[in-house]
Structures are given as C-alpha cells and as structure tokens.
Nanobody
Framework: EVQLVESGGGLVQPGGSLRLSCAVA????????MSWVRQAPGKGLEWVSS???????ANADSVKGRFAVSRDNARNTLYLQMNTLKPEDTAVYYCATGLGSLLGSWGQGTQVTVSS
C-alpha cells in the first residue's frame, strides 16, 4: 500500500518560512518523480513544484524564487522549503507521486496559513 504523509504546515506571518515534508512508503521512492500541489480556499488545484528521479526540479511561476523542492532518497522523504510566504500562499498542500497529468498517489494534505 502506497502511503504519503505530509507534515510541517501551520500558521506563519507574511514574509516567514516553512518547510513541508512528505514521508513516502510502499513505492520505489528513488525511481519516482514527485510533485507538490496546493488548493487554496474556494479554488481549484494548483501545481506548485516537481522533482524528477534525476533530481531535476521545476516550480510554478507563482512560487519561483521563493519555494524549493528537494528529496532525500535515503529517508524516502520529499521536502518543500517555502520562503517569503505571502497570504496568497494559504492553501492545503499535497504531495503526490508523478509529474504533470500523471500524478498517482496523493497524501492527505497539510494546511498552510499565511496571515498576520
């Protein structure tokens, strides 16, 4: 059974930072591309960032220069470092296996709220 468990969300002031983690089990993590997707209140899903098995990464324009995705294959863990957070970054953040339209398994999500 594939399991993805996100953690690290919370309430942060504008300009602050958070690091999200996604612990992955039940899949060959090393061979999988991974993605972060978010959903703001009342809005649809928005792709945030992806990283391939070869460690190539890409970020949405809305977070470019502020967010960075990384992975620790020894720990089967995906990370999203979020800096200079803005109120519009408020959302539930999900990690998922795969890329683009080929996302597979998803975690349950972690809430990030950016507010003063």
């Amino acid at each position: 059974e594939v399991q993805l468990v996100e953690s690290g969300g919370g309430l942060v002031q504008p300009g602050g930072s958070l690091r999200l983690s996604c612990a992955v089990a039940g899949v060959n993590f090393t061979r999988n591309a991974m993605s972060w997707v978010r959903q703001a209140p009342g809005k649809g899903l928005e792709w945030v960032s992806s990283i391939t098995a070869a460690n190539n990464s890409a970020n949405a324009d809305s977070v470019k220069g502020r967010f960075a995705v990384s992975r620790d294959n020894a720990r089967n863990t995906l990370y999203l470092q979020m800096n200079t957070l803005k109120p519009e970054d408020t959302a539930v953040y999900y990690c998922a296996t795969g890329l683009g339209s080929l996302l597979g398994s998803w975690g349950q999500g972690t809430q990030v709220t950016v507010s003063s």
